[in-house]
């Protein structure tokens, strides 16, 4: 396996989708071997998945549910698409992947963590992504940003106050634990130098992969 696996991890409205399309812009213009994929979602199956996953409806949905079909997404996303992509030497950025379940769900739902690390490891047949930026931004930010949205919230942006804490808390305590691979970045800080930021530390990698 030569390809390189780069994730991108925040609570909701941090900003990982725009600077994924800043980081993807100039991947192209470099002609690096690149895919983008997001979670949940990325194949047919996994696109459904993420369809229930965060439609509102009146039926509540229980933790352990939600974080088992997020577990089904990112079984077949890493399957269909991931792994074939790394053997092929290509280069993978990810939108969320297997942290945010431990942050969302462990953290934030309260599902024991020893058994979401587990089922992380199983479903994802042990892969560890090379590079992780988590972009951080604190609560008020969020909730600033989702009054300015021009949609309607989905059912996981449209959380709590006090979800969305134990989540951020997870991610500092995730990141705490694997510090080799994290790199936190201030979500408040112009597009720009996120954007640049991010190239400085996917430059070194893409370098080394070609």
Same mark, same amino acid.
């Given at each position: 396996m030569s390809g390189?696996? $780069? !994730?991108?991890?925040?609570?909701?409205?941090c900003g990982k989708s725009v600077q994924i399309e800043q980081l993807a812009a100039k991947l192209q213009a470099r002609?690096?071997?690149?895919i983008v994929l997001?979670?949940?979602?990325?194949?047919?199956i996994a696109e459904k998945i993420r369809d229930t996953?965060?439609?509102?409806v009146a039926e509540p949905m229980g933790? $352990? !549910?939600e974080y088992l079909l997020y577990s089904a997404?990112?079984?077949?996303?890493?399957?269909?698409k991931i792994l074939p992509a790394l053997h092929q030497g290509v280069l993978v950025i990810c939108d969320r992947f297997y942290d945010s379940s431990t942050a969302y769900q462990g953290y934030g739902r309260g599902?024991?963590?020893?058994f979401v690390e587990q089922t992380n490891r199983f479903v994802t047949q042990g892969l560890v992504p090379d590079l992780t930026f988590l972009i951080d931004i604190d609560l008020d930010e969020m909730e600033r940003r989702k009054k300015q949205m021009n949609k309607q919230l989905d059912r996981m942006e449209d959380q709590d106050r006090k979800f969305f804490e134990r989540v951020r808390k997870g991610y500092f305590a995730i990141a705490a634990q694997q510090s080799e691979r994290f790199h936190l970045i201030d979500g408040k800080?112009?597009?720009?130098?996120i954007a640049d930021e991010i190239w400085a530390r996917v430059r070194r990698i893409a370098a080394s992969n070609e």
């Open positions: 390189k696996l $780069i !994730t991108f991890e925040g609570i909701d409205l002609h690096y071997p690149f997001r979670e949940p979602g990325g194949t047919i996953l965060l439609t509102k933790p $352990i !549910t997404a990112r079984a077949q996303l890493v399957q269909q599902i024991d963590l020893t800080s112009t597009i720009q130098m």
